[in-house]
């Protein structure tokens, strides 16, 4: 049977070997200079460093489940939306009173030109039964006046 250890031991592995008598003269010498682990060049490098956090985090969104064609997806979908609110918040910009007036009137020859094609479609005898129309009009208002 093993007897349990004392639990100074488990809190301290490197005192494990180390008898009480050791112990009294490392405190007296304690103004010695211990030798530390030399640090790895690589791992201790930014980049590294910088590489191993990233990694971490893809990891960590895989284990969310969506894929990375997935992600892409949500990516795009959100950079269209992002881009038509953008171009929507320059459109209300440009409602200035010249601009409504300038749609206005363009609006107004779009819809002229709309008529002209639709008359021109018609037989002649009604686009001169229409200019007849009109000029006993003009008359009959220039002898009223």
Known sequence: MKTPQPEQEDQFPELQGIGPSQLHSE???SHLIRPHKPLNPITAS????????E???????LDRGKTELQR??????????????????????N????????LKRQQRLENLEREEK????????????ERLRRTT???????QV
């Open 118 to 129: 639709s008359k021109q479609e018609e037989p002649e005898f009604l686009q001169v039964k």
């Open 27 to 29: 405190e007296e010498g």
């Open 55 to 61: 990694l971490q985090m893809t990891h960590k969104r």
């Open 72 to 93: 892409a997806l949500e990516k795009r979908k959100w950079e269209q939306r992002m881009k038509a609110s953008r171009d929507q918040q320059e459109a209300n910009k």
């Open 46 to 53: 930014k980049s590294h460093q910088e590489l191993h956090k």
């Open 137 to 143: 009009v003009m008359d009959a208002g220039e002898k």
């Open 95 to 102: 409602t200035s009173p010249l601009h409504q007036e300038l």
